[in-house]
């Protein structure tokens, strides 16, 4: 499911670049709709889901149907009116917020130059995309209850329904405005209430559906609330560092926000496909782990998470590095966005894509802590992560501009990685173990006699000149090559199907 979903993402990505390009039109709809989706990743799937479902497995542990009920009715009133007030906030504010984020835009408005246009636009487009930030933080909720209960295909499929949307206003709609951005931003909102309706059937099925009550005192809500508070900050790092990267780039050329959101997408996709899908599942078999006091099969899943995430993210990030301008120009080179923006965003993509390991690390060692409902350690090495970001922002954006800001971001994913598995590790939490270490290492050799091959076969290959059809001829018949030679590789040093099962009985080898 979470595959269909970046497979339609893609698409909508591709829809948009069509019509869009890497304008001023792109980058100001990119920024609109980056803000709520940052405050999602508060809100929703990220700090409350790292919150929420620790404390509603021990709840579900009680066998206790009327507690659980009651549990999810609080829970879901108080996210609810909390997340209505800050979106009305939201909208009423959004001039200030666009001048907040996008401060080079704003000061450009105040100086009358050309680039203020951008913030009007951004300021009127936040007050449409904005409200997506109240439905889609239900819509988390709601999957966060639905993967408590191992029910993960709605939550993984329901992003496809807004993709869905978004493509279809942007066929449709992008001629009946001034600014084809504005069709996109009515997608985000139409998107955002599909998310939400589509749910609600399997929150009847399973028995979650329930009256919202206000519930800010209660003990169990009191217990995510504190447990959420430092965890806003821990685990939205890497959103924070994206907008702090967006104020930057306001000051930038034209296209800069555009061109990191294009390889930030690339990116995404291996990220959401295999680190997320990963992570998704890690957290509710830990935290059951945790409340059933099984150190071994806690180990052992932590040994899993982080197996798959080596096998599927180091030659996903060695792929994304050596195949950068031919599966941009491929994706993306077509209509408004042209062989130049592939060039420009190629340089980003190869930065963010050496990071990629790290940010999935992030999110399977994460959990580690959320399990065992210690959220202020992550919170703790996020600021150590995002302090560390800036000062690589003043490093790498002057001589390198936007490119820098992807370098940026890349090394202080890699900290944070870091930064975690040390303290799992000096806490007796979690420690690697010897077959998992050696896997890693057979999987970065394999993967990087992939990445030699890869650059043998496009050497010499002029792909600004190539037709669309022999571009993905090429890149059909190299992503074929990687994988016989990634897998065969693996093969010869002696790693099997077999490495990637988590040992049985909760046994850590």
Same mark, same amino acid.
């Given at each position: 499911?979470?595959?269909?979903?970046?497979?339609?993402?893609?698409?909508?990505?591709?829809?948009?670049?069509?019509?869009?390009?890497?304008?001023?039109?792109?980058? &100001?709809?990119?920024?609109?709709?980056?803000?709520?989706?940052?405050?999602?990743?508060?809100?929703?799937? *990220?700090?409350?889901?790292?919150?929420?479902?620790?404390?509603?497995?021990?709840?579900?542990?009680?066998?206790?149907?009327?507690?659980?009920?009651?549990?999810?009715?609080?829970?879901?009133?108080?996210?609810?009116?909390?997340?209505?007030?800050?979106? &009305?906030?939201?909208?009423?504010?959004?001039?200030?917020?666009?001048?907040?984020?996008?401060?080079?835009?704003?000061?450009?408005?105040?100086?009358?130059?050309?680039?203020?246009?951008?913030?009007?636009?951004?300021?009127?487009?936040?007050?449409?995309?904005?409200?997506?930030?109240?439905?889609?933080?239900?819509?988390?909720?709601?999957?966060?209850?639905?993967?408590?209960?191992?029910?993960?295909?709605?939550?993984?499929?329901? +992003?496809?329904?807004?993709?869905?949307?978004?493509?279809?206003?942007?066929?449709?709609?992008?001629?009946?405005?001034?600014?084809?951005?504005?069709?996109?931003?009515?997608?985000?909102?139409?998107?955002?209430?599909?998310?939400?309706?589509?749910?609600? +059937?399997?929150?009847?099925?399973? *028995?979650?559906?329930?009256?919202?009550?206000?519930?800010?005192?209660?003990?169990?809500?009191?217990?995510?609330?504190?447990?959420?508070?430092?965890?806003?900050?821990?685990?939205?790092?890497?959103?924070?560092?994206?907008?702090?990267?967006?104020?930057?780039?306001?000051?930038?050329?034209?296209?800069?926000?555009?061109?990191?959101?294009?390889?930030?997408?690339?990116?995404?996709?291996?990220?959401?496909?295999?680190?997320?899908?990963?992570?998704?599942?890690?957290? +509710?078999?830990?935290?059951?782990?945790?409340?059933?006091?099984?150190?071994?099969?806690?180990?052992?899943?932590?040994?899993?998470?982080?197996?798959?995430?080596?096998?599927?993210?180091?030659?996903?990030?060695?792929?994304?590095?050596?195949?950068?301008?031919?599966?941009?120009?491929?994706?993306?080179?077509?209509?408004?966005?042209?062989?130049?923006?592939?060039?420009?965003?190629?340089?980003?993509?190869?930065?963010?894509?050496? *990071?990629?390991?790290?940010?999935?690390?992030?999110?399977?060692?994460?959990?580690?802590?959320?399990?065992?409902?210690?959220?202020?350690?992550?919170?703790?090495?996020?600021?150590?992560?995002?302090?560390?970001?800036?000062?690589?922002?003043?490093?790498?954006?002057? +001589?390198?501009?936007?490119?820098?800001?992807?370098?940026?971001?890349?090394?202080?994913?890699?900290?944070?990685?870091?930064?975690?598995?040390?303290?799992?590790?000096?806490?007796?939490?979690?420690?690697?173990?010897?077959?998992?270490?050696?896997?890693?290492?057979?999987?970065?050799?394999?993967?990087?006699?992939?990445?030699?091959?890869?650059?043998?076969?496009?050497?010499?290959? &002029?792909?600004?000149?190539?037709?669309?059809?022999?571009?993905?001829?090429?890149?059909?018949?190299?992503?074929?090559?990687?994988?016989?030679?990634?897998?065969?590789?693996?093969?010869?040093?002696?790693?099997?199907?077999?490495?990637?099962?988590?040992?049985?009985?909760?046994?850590?080898?």
């Amino acid at each position: 499911m979470t595959f269909l979903s970046r497979i339609l993402g893609l698409v909508r990505d591709v829809v948009v670049a069509q019509f869009m390009g890497a304008g001023a039109g792109a980058d &100001v709809f990119f920024f609109a709709n980056k803000i709520p989706n940052f405050l999602r990743r508060l809100f929703s799937e *990220g700090a409350f889901a790292q919150a929420f479902i620790p404390v509603l497995t021990e709840v579900q542990a009680n066998n206790d149907t009327a507690e659980f009920k009651q549990f999810i009715a609080k829970v879901s009133g108080t996210l609810g009116v909390i997340v209505f007030l800050t979106t &009305v906030l939201g909208v009423v504010g959004s001039g200030v917020i666009a001048a907040i984020f996008g401060t080079g835009w704003f000061i450009a408005y105040l100086n009358d130059e050309p680039a203020g246009d951008k913030y009007l636009l951004a300021s009127t487009m936040l007050k449409i995309t904005f409200p997506y930030l109240f439905f889609v933080t239900l819509v988390g909720l709601s999957g966060a209850i639905l993967n408590t209960l191992n029910k993960f295909a709605v939550s993984s499929f329901t +992003p496809v329904l807004l993709n869905i949307v978004i493509i279809i206003c942007a066929v449709i709609l992008h001629n009946d405005f001034s600014t084809p951005a504005f069709a996109l931003a009515w997608g985000v909102f139409i998107g955002g209430v599909v998310q939400l309706v589509f749910q609600i +059937p399997f929150l009847l099925k399973v *028995g979650a559906l329930v009256r919202p009550q206000w519930g800010w005192h209660d003990p169990k809500v009191k217990k995510v609330r504190t447990l959420m508070i430092p965890a806003l900050f821990g685990v939205s790092v890497s959103q924070i560092n994206l907008l702090v990267d967006t104020l930057i780039a306001s000051f930038l050329m034209t296209g800069s926000i555009s061109w990191l959101y294009y390889s930030d997408r690339l990116m995404e996709f291996p990220l959401g496909l295999f680190g997320i899908a990963i992570a998704t599942i890690i957290l +509710p078999a830990l935290s059951k782990d945790h409340v059933a006091q099984d150190k071994l099969r806690f180990q052992a899943n932590m040994n899993w998470a982080i197996r798959m995430v080596c096998v599927l993210g180091i030659p996903s990030a060695v792929g994304l590095i050596v195949l950068a301008e031919p599966l941009l120009s491929l994706i993306f080179e077509r209509g408004a966005f042209t062989a130049s923006d592939v060039s420009m965003a190629s340089m980003s993509l190869i930065a963010y894509a050496s *990071g990629l390991f790290s940010f999935m690390l992030i999110k399977v060692l994460a959990p580690g802590f959320f399990a065992q409902q210690d959220t202020k350690t992550p919170v703790k090495i996020g600021i150590i992560a995002m302090v560390a970001n800036m000062g690589f922002n003043v490093i790498f954006a002057i +001589p390198y501009g936007f490119v820098g800001l992807a370098i940026a971001t890349a090394l202080s994913a890699t900290l944070n990685a870091g930064l975690l598995y040390y303290h799992l590790h000096q806490r007796d939490m979690y420690r690697l173990s010897l077959a998992t270490l050696l896997l890693c290492i057979r999987v970065v050799v394999s993967s990087l006699i992939m990445g030699g091959v890869l650059m043998y076969v496009q050497a010499n290959i &002029v792909w600004s000149e190539l037709t669309f059809v022999l571009r993905l001829s090429l890149v059909v018949q190299w992503l074929i090559l990687a994988a016989v030679v990634y897998f065969v590789s693996l093969k010869v040093f002696g790693v099997t199907l077999s490495a990637m099962r988590s040992p049985p009985n909760g046994e850590v080898k």
